[in-house]
C-alpha cells in the first residue's frame, strides 16, 4: 500500500506529459485526471465527507508547470526536468569471484549461514539425491522468505458490518479479516489470554504480547490497510549549490544544508561489509547459491527531514530530496490500542473510535458490538502548512514545516452509517479526502464495488441478513474478476452499438453470458475447469489489447526513457497470494468508455477513449482489440479449447509459502482475508 513519499514522480509525470502534450494546461488536466486525488466517483467506506487530509484546501484547478501557482503554493517545489538523481542509499554488489570486486571484511554482527562455490557444499559426503533435495530445500525456503517480505510489504484486507436494523436478529453482523499472504504453518498465531484484567481472544504475530486483530469480552475489531499519506518528500538547499549531480554520484555527497540560513552539515554514515549467502538471498540468475555480497551503505540524513532519496536541480541550483515520515522513531506508539482493547478498555463504538485514532500507522480499523457498528481511518496525519501542496516536494524550511496532526474530527470516521452498512477493501475512506500524493488508484472502479454492489442490491430488496448469508456473500465475492463486473458491460455496450461479424457477436455472447452470472473465475462443480473458462480466457487475452487501443494518453507515459511514469500498474492479477485487483487502469477504462456512451457521472477533462471525442473512433478501436484477442487465440471456432493447458487455473492458484518441513497443496484462487471473524453479538457489559 501507498503511504506517500512519491511526490518527485508527480514532478517527473508533469515534464513528461508537457513534453508529450506541449502545452502547460493540458498537461495538468491529463495529470489530474490520472491522479484520481478526488475523484468523487470513487468508492468510498463512509458516506460522510471529510474535508481534505491536509491542507483544508487544495485547488485542483491550479497547474504545477504555471508559475502563478507558486504564488498560491509558495512552500512548493517543481525541480528542473530531467535533473532528478535518485540517491543509492545501499549499494549491494557481487564480490569474491573472478571480474567482481573484493570483499571487505565480515562484521561479526552480519555473518549468517553461507554456501561457496555457487553451489550447496556440504563438509562431508552426501548422494547425489540428498543433495539435490537439499538445494530444493533451501530454494523453496528462498522463496518463502521473499514472499512472506512481499505478503507484509502490502497489508491487503476486507471488512463488511451490517447494521442492527438490517439484520434478522436485530444486532449487528460482520465478517471482516486482514489478507496477509499464506503460508505453511500460518504466520498468524490464534491466541487466547486471560488473566488480571485481560480478556482477549484473537491473532497475533509470534512475539508479540497482544493479540492484534480479534475481539475483547463484548466487542470485536479488525483492521484493512488505510494508504493514506505520511510520508512527504522535502527539498533542502545545499551549503554548496556548486556540486555537482556528477561529485554527489562519483564521491558521495559529504555537505550540508541551509538551516535558519546556517550551513548545517548532513548526519553520514558510511560503512561497508561483505553480506555471506544466506537463505534471505534470492536466487536468480545473477545472484545463484553461494553468492557473497559487498554492501556499502552511504546514508545521508537531516535531522529535521529524514534521509536523503536523491538530488535533483531548482532552476539550476542542487538541492537534495529527503523523505519525511510522520511515524519515524514512533512505530511502538501504535501499541497502545491494542493493550487498551486487550483489557477490554473500549466499552463502545465512541471509546473505540478514540482508542484507535491514537494507533498511529495508516490503518482503517471497525468495531462491532451487540448494538452499534463503528469505522475509523488511523493514523499519524501531518497538518501542513499553508502554501504546501500535498502532491509536490516541499521546501525543507521551518515556514513550510508540519504544524502538527489532525485531531480524531478530522479523520474520517463513522458509527452506524444511514446506508446501512460498513464495506472496506483498501478503498478511499470518504469523499473528500485526498489519496496521497501517489495513489491513483481510488477511480470511478474499486474491487470494494464487488462488496458493495451486492450488499446495496440485497438492501433494496429488503433482505435482512443473517450471519449465514452475510457469509455467503463474502464467499461470493471472493471469485470475481473485477474487470469482468465493472469494466466489461460498458465495453460490450459500446460493441453492441452496431452491426457486428458472427464472429465477434459470438465473443460478446460469450462474455455478455459471463458478466450476468457474475464474472466469476470459479470451478464449482471441480472439475479442474473454470465454469465459464472461455470466458475468462478471452477476458484475460483481451485486458492489455483493450488498454494498447483506448488508452494511448497512458501507455505513452509507460515508457519515458525506460522509466514507467504511470502512477499505477495496469493490473493486480490473481495469483499465489490470493489478493487480486486491489489497482489497476480499471477505473480509466470505464470512465473513458462511459464519457463514449455519454452516461459517465464524472467524466475526465482530457483523457478519452482512442484519444479522440468521436465514438466511433472508440468503438473501431476496441472493435480492433477484440478481433486481435480472438485471433491470438486462434479464433472463436476453437474457443472450446481456450485454456485447455489449464494454465489459468494454475496460475491463479494460491500456493501455501512452505516455512516449515512439510507443504500444502495448492488451493483454487480465492480474493479474501486470511484470517475471517464472523461476529454476532448479542449482549453487552
Ligand atoms: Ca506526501
Ligand atoms: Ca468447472
Same mark, same amino acid.
Given at each position: 500500500m501507498?503511504l506517500?513519499?512519491?511526490?518527485?514522480?508527480?514532478?517527473?509525470?508533469?515534464?513528461?506529459?508537457?513534453?508529450?502534450?506541449?502545452?502547460?494546461?493540458?498537461?495538468?488536466?491529463?495529470?489530474?485526471?490520472?491522479?484520481?486525488?478526488?475523484?468523487?466517483?470513487?468508492?468510498?467506506t463512509t458516506?460522510?465527507?471529510?474535508?481534505?487530509?491536509?491542507?483544508?484546501?487544495?485547488?485542483?484547478?491550479?497547474?504545477?508547470?504555471?508559475?502563478?501557482?507558486?504564488?498560491?503554493?509558495?512552500?512548493?517545489?517543481?525541480?528542473?526536468?530531467?535533473?532528478?538523481?535518485?540517491?543509492?542509499?545501499?549499494?549491494?554488489?557481487?564480490?569474491?569471484?573472478?571480474?567482481?570486486?573484493?570483499?571487505?571484511?565480515?562484521?561479526?554482527?552480519?555473518?549468517?549461514?553461507?554456501?561457496?562455490?555457487?553451489?550447496?557444499?556440504?563438509?562431508?559426503?552426501?548422494?547425489?539425491?540428498?543433495?539435490?533435495?537439499?538445494?530444493?530445500?533451501?530454494?523453496?525456503?528462498?522463496?518463502?522468505?521473499?514472499?512472506?517480505?512481499?505478503?507484509f510489504?502490502?497489508g491487503?484486507s476486507?471488512a463488511?458490518l451490517?447494521?442492527?436494523?438490517?439484520?434478522?436478529?436485530?444486532?449487528?453482523?460482520t465478517?471482516f479479516g486482514p489478507?496477509t499472504?499464506?503460508?505453511?504453518?500460518?504466520?498468524f498465531l490464534?491466541l487466547s489470554l486471560?488473566?488480571g484484567d485481560i480478556h482477549t481472544r484473537g491473532v497475533t504475530f509470534?512475539g508479540l504480547p497482544y493479540v492484534i486483530i480479534g475481539r475483547g469480552i463484548d466487542y470485536a475489531w479488525s483492521p484493512t490497510s488505510g494508504g493514506s499519506?505520511i510520508?512527504?518528500?522535502?527539498?533542502?538547499?545545499?551549503?554548496?549549490?556548486?556540486?555537482?549531480?556528477?561529485?554527489?554520484?562519483?564521491?558521495?555527497?559529504?555537505?550540508?544544508?541551509?538551516?535558519?540560513?546556517?550551513?548545517?552539515?548532513?548526519?553520514?554514515?558510511?560503512?561497508?561489509?561483505?553480506?555471506?549467502?544466506?537463505?534471505?538471498?534470492?536466487?536468480?540468475?545473477?545472484?545463484?547459491?553461494?553468492?557473497?555480497?559487498?554492501?556499502?551503505?552511504?546514508?545521508?540524513?537531516?535531522?529535521?527531514?529524514?534521509?536523503?532519496?536523491?538530488?535533483?536541480?531548482?532552476?539550476?541550483?542542487?538541492?537534495?530530496?529527503?523523505?519525511?515520515r510522520s511515524t519515524y522513531m514512533g512505530e511502538l506508539d501504535t501499541a497502545i490500542p491494542f493493550m487498551l482493547a486487550n483489557k477490554n478498555d473500549i466499552t463502545d463504538a465512541e471509546s473505540f473510535i478514540d482508542t484507535f485514532y491514537k494507533c498511529t500507522g495508516t490503518f482503517n480499523w471497525f468495531y462491532v458490538d451487540?448494538?452499534d457498528i463503528a469505522y475509523i481511518h488511523s493514523g499519524l496525519y501531518p497538518?501542513?502548512?499553508?502554501?504546501?501542496?500535498?502532491?509536490?516536494?516541499?521546501?525543507?524550511?521551518?515556514?513550510?514545516?508540519?504544524?502538527?496532526w489532525l485531531d480524531v474530527n478530522r479523520v474520517p470516521h463513522a458509527i452506524?452509517?444511514?446506508?446501512?452498512?460498513l464495506?472496506s477493501?483498501?478503498?478511499?475512506p470518504?469523499?473528500?479526502?485526498?489519496?496521497?500524493?501517489?495513489?491513483?488508484?481510488?477511480?470511478?472502479?474499486?474491487?470494494?464495488?464487488?462488496?458493495?454492489?451486492?450488499?446495496?442490491?440485497?438492501?433494496?430488496?429488503?433482505?435482512?441478513?443473517?450471519?449465514?448469508?452475510?457469509?455467503?456473500?463474502?464467499?461470493?465475492?471472493?471469485? +470475481?474478476? %473485477?474487470? $469482468?463486473?465493472? /469494466?466489461?458491460?460498458? !465495453?460490450?455496450?459500446?460493441? @453492441?452499438? =452496431?452491426?457486428?461479424?458472427?464472429?465477434?457477436?459470438?465473443? +460478446?455472447? %460469450?462474455? $455478455?453470458?459471463? /458478466?450476468?452470472?457474475? !464474472?466469476?473465475?470459479?470451478? @464449482?462443480? =471441480?472439475?479442474?475447469?473454470?465454469?465459464?473458462?472461455?470466458? +475468462?480466457? %478471452?477476458?484475460?487475452?483481451?485486458?492489455?489489447?483493450?488498454?494498447?487501443?483506448?488508452?494511448?494518453?497512458?501507455?505513452?507515459?509507460?515508457?519515458?526513457?525506460?522509466?514507467?511514469?504511470?502512477?499505477?500498474?495496469?493490473?493486480?492479477?490473481?495469483?499465489?497470494?490470493?489478493?487480486?485487483?486491489?489497482?489497476?487502469?480499471?477505473?480509466?477504462?470505464?470512465?473513458?468508455?462511459?464519457?463514449?456512451?455519454?452516461?459517465?457521472?464524472?467524466?475526465?477533462?482530457?483523457?478519452?477513449?482512442?484519444?479522440?471525442?468521436?465514438?466511433?473512433?472508440?468503438?473501431?478501436?476496441?472493435?480492433?482489440?477484440?478481433?486481435?484477442?480472438?485471433?491470438?487465440?486462434?479464433?472463436?471456432?476453437?474457443?472450446?479449447?481456450?485454456?485447455?493447458?489449464?494454465?489459468?487455473?494454475?496460475?491463479?492458484?494460491?500456493?501455501?509459502?512452505?516455512?516449515?518441513?512439510?507443504?500444502?497443496?495448492?488451493?483454487?484462487?480465492?480474493?479474501?482475508?486470511?484470517f475471517?471473524q464472523?461476529i454476532?453479538?448479542?449482549?453487552?457489559r
Amino acid at each position: 500500500m501507498r503511504l506517500g513519499g512519491g511526490e518527485y514522480k508527480n514532478v517527473q509525470l508533469l515534464h513528461a506529459l508537457f513534453d508529450i502534450t506541449g502545452d502547460a494546461d493540458e498537461a495538468c488536466t491529463l495529470w489530474r485526471d490520472l491522479r484520481h486525488a478526488t475523484n468523487p466517483e470513487s468508492l468510498v467506506t463512509t458516506d460522510i465527507s471529510f474535508i481534505s487530509q491536509s491542507p483544508m484546501e487544495i485547488d485542483e484547478s491550479a497547474c504545477p508547470l504555471d508559475t502563478m501557482f507558486y504564488d498560491k503554493y509558495p512552500g512548493a517545489v517543481l525541480f528542473d526536468k530531467n535533473s532528478f538523481k535518485r540517491h543509492a542509499g545501499t549499494v549491494v554488489e557481487p564480490c569474491g569471484r573472478y571480474g567482481q570486486v573484493v570483499c571487505p571484511p565480515m562484521k561479526k554482527d552480519k555473518q549468517t549461514v553461507f554456501y561457496d562455490n555457487g553451489e550447496v557444499s556440504f563438509d562431508y559426503k552426501i548422494s547425489p539425491a540428498l543433495q539435490k533435495s537439499a538445494e530444493d530445500a533451501a530454494k523453496k525456503s528462498l522463496k518463502s522468505i521473499r514472499n512472506m517480505r512481499s505478503a507484509f510489504s502490502n497489508g491487503m484486507s476486507n471488512a463488511l458490518l451490517i447494521t442492527a436494523e438490517n439484520s434478522e436478529s436485530g444486532h449487528p453482523l460482520t465478517v471482516f479479516g486482514p489478507q496477509t499472504g499464506y503460508f505453511s504453518p500460518s504466520m498468524f498465531l490464534e491466541l487466547s489470554l486471560h488473566g488480571g484484567d485481560i480478556h482477549t481472544r484473537g491473532v497475533t504475530f509470534t512475539g508479540l504480547p497482544y493479540v492484534i486483530i480479534g475481539r475483547g469480552i463484548d466487542y470485536a475489531w479488525s483492521p484493512t490497510s488505510g494508504g493514506s499519506d505520511i510520508v512527504d518528500i522535502r527539498v533542502l538547499k545545499l551549503c554548496d549549490p556548486e556540486s555537482t549531480q556528477v561529485d554527489i554520484g562519483q564521491a558521495g555527497y559529504m555537505g550540508g544544508y541551509i538551516m535558519d540560513g546556517r550551513c548545517k552539515p548532513f548526519d553520514i554514515h558510511n560503512e561497508e561489509w561483505t553480506a555471506r549467502w544466506n537463505l534471505g538471498v534470492p536466487i536468480t540468475k545473477d545472484t545463484p547459491f553461494g553468492q557473497n555480497f559487498k554492501v556499502t551503505r552511504h546514508m545521508i540524513r537531516s535531522l529535521e527531514y529524514g534521509p536523503v532519496i536523491g538530488f535533483a536541480n531548482v532552476d539550476g541550483i542542487s538541492v537534495a530530496l529527503t523523505r519525511q515520515r510522520s511515524t519515524y522513531m514512533g512505530e511502538l506508539d501504535t501499541a497502545i490500542p491494542f493493550m487498551l482493547a486487550n483489557k477490554n478498555d473500549i466499552t463502545d463504538a465512541e471509546s473505540f473510535i478514540d482508542t484507535f485514532y491514537k494507533c498511529t500507522g495508516t490503518f482503517n480499523w471497525f468495531y462491532v458490538d451487540n448494538k452499534d457498528i463503528a469505522y475509523i481511518h488511523s493514523g499519524l496525519y501531518p497538518e501542513r502548512a499553508k502554501g504546501v501542496h500535498p502532491d509536490l516536494p516541499s521546501w525543507g524550511t521551518p515556514a513550510f514545516d508540519w504544524k502538527g496532526w489532525l485531531d480524531v474530527n478530522r479523520v474520517p470516521h463513522a458509527i452506524n452509517p444511514t446506508q446501512g452498512y460498513l464495506a472496506s477493501w483498501n478503498n478511499r475512506p470518504a469523499h473528500g479526502w485526498w489519496a496521497a500524493d501517489t495513489n491513483a488508484a481510488y477511480g470511478s472502479v474499486h474491487r470494494l464495488q464487488i462488496l458493495s454492489s451486492r450488499v446495496k442490491k440485497l438492501l433494496d430488496e429488503g433482505h435482512t441478513f443473517t450471519r449465514g448469508s452475510l457469509f455467503e456473500l463474502l464467499s461470493e465475492a471472493s471469485t +470475481v474478476d %473485477l474487470r $469482468g463486473q465493472e /469494466v466489461l458491460p460498458s !465495453a460490450l455496450k459500446i460493441l @453492441k452499438s =452496431g452491426t457486428l461479424k458472427p464472429e465477434l457477436q459470438t465473443a +460478446v455472447n %460469450l462474455l $455478455g453470458t459471463w /458478466v450476468e452470472e457474475g !464474472a466469476m473465475r470459479r470451478d @464449482k462443480d =471441480g472439475d479442474g475447469a473454470y465454469d465459464r473458462r472461455d470466458a +475468462v480466457v %478471452l477476458m484475460d487475452s483481451w485486458y492489455n489489447k483493450m488498454i494498447d487501443a483506448i488508452l494511448p494518453q497512458i501507455t505513452q507515459i509507460e515508457n519515458v526513457s525506460g522509466e514507467n511514469l504511470s502512477l499505477i500498474m495496469r493490473d493486480n492479477t490473481p495469483g499465489p497470494e490470493g489478493s487480486a485487483y486491489m489497482e489497476g487502469y480499471y477505473g480509466y477504462l470505464r470512465t473513458v468508455m462511459d464519457m463514449a456512451i455519454g452516461r459517465s457521472k464524472h467524466p475526465y477533462n482530457s483523457l478519452k477513449c482512442a484519444d479522440s471525442d468521436n465514438f466511433e473512433d472508440c468503438r473501431e478501436a476496441l472493435t480492433f482489440s477484440l478481433v486481435s484477442a480472438i485471433e491470438e487465440l486462434g479464433g472463436i471456432d476453437s474457443r472450446n479449447s481456450w485454456g485447455a493447458d489449464g494454465k489459468i487455473e494454475s496460475n491463479d492458484s494460491i500456493d501455501h509459502m512452505s516455512m516449515g518441513l512439510a507443504g500444502v497443496p495448492k488451493i483454487p484462487w480465492v480474493n479474501r482475508p486470511t484470517f475471517q471473524q464472523v461476529i454476532e453479538l448479542f449482549d453487552h457489559r
